[in-house]
């Protein structure tokens, strides 16, 4: 199912996923741009996107995938029901353009952490907390993904073309980072996939019970020490590296 992203509230036919607005701004010099080049209008368009996704972020979270509604979601985010099928044919559509756009988010993530260490105890470390502090900023996104509807894989293969090719960039960016290691003898010659699932399982499955029993903000980073500990330990590292 295509998504793509949210545009104008005057669209005036179904979509697939979301419909393109078919104005969109020229690259050409125009007085109506500000100082980073984008048109007052597109720039309005995307407040609009973001702010509609963090109130579907949160009606999925508080109602659970079943529960919500696209009615009430338009409500709160001040559509009628009627323009927001216009952008999303429903809510499996919206749901995916929510993982779509916080996995950008994560994978900017992932990037900024392999560039921040030299080492790759360094590079853990910071994985570690700017994943914490993901879950903490979008605490109902990581709600909405422990209640999602049971047929929808959100942890196995990506159900649209933007997920796969995000997940694949993931792949490829933690790939480089544990081939980079073991070339530093840093890490013993193995699958660098075996040592994603390690970070990602030990992550993910701190997260999940945070989330299950509705922890607050030091329940999260409680054991945060020991999150880093155990990494290390599973991948062979020293505590000092």
């Known amino acids: 199912m295509a998504v793509t992203p949210l545009h104008e509230s005057d669209a005036s036919s179904p979509s697939h996923g979301a419909q393109s607005s078919g104005d969109s701004p020229s690259r050409g010099d125009s007085p109506g741009r500000g100082a980073d080049g984008v048109e007052p209008r597109a720039r309005a368009r995307a407040a609009r996107r973001i702010a509609l996704l963090e109130t579907a972020e949160q ?39 929510i993982l779509a756009t916080r996995g950008d988010e994560v994978l900017e993530l992932v990037r900024e952490a392999i560039r921040s260490g030299e080492t790759l105890g360094q590079i853990v470390d910071a994985y570690i907390d700017a994943t914490l502090k993901l879950v903490e900023k979008y605490r109902g996104f990581f709600v909405l993904l422990s209640q999602a509807a049971p047929d929808f894989d959100w942890h196995g293969e990506p159900s649209n073309a933007r997920g796969v090719h995000l997940r694949k960039q993931l792949d490829d960016s933690l790939d480089e980072l544990f081939l980079d290691a073991m070339d530093r003898d840093e890490l013993p010659r193995g699958d660098p996939r075996a040592y994603a699932c390690l970070l990602h399982g030990t992550l993910n499955s701190h997260i999940s019970y945070w989330v299950r029993n509705k922890g607050d903000r030091d329940d999260l980073w409680g054991s945060a020490s020991d999150l880093r500990m155990l990494l290390r330990r599973g991948m062979g590292l020293s505590a000092e590296a």
């Not at 338009?74 to 499996?92: H, I, P, Q, W």
């Open 59 to 97: 009606v999925f979270a508080e109602r659970g995938f079943t529960g919500a509604t696209m009615a009430e979601i338009a409500s709160r985010a001040g559509y009628s029901a009627g323009n927001l099928y216009n952008v999303f044919e429903g809510k499996d559509a919206l749901f995916e353009e």
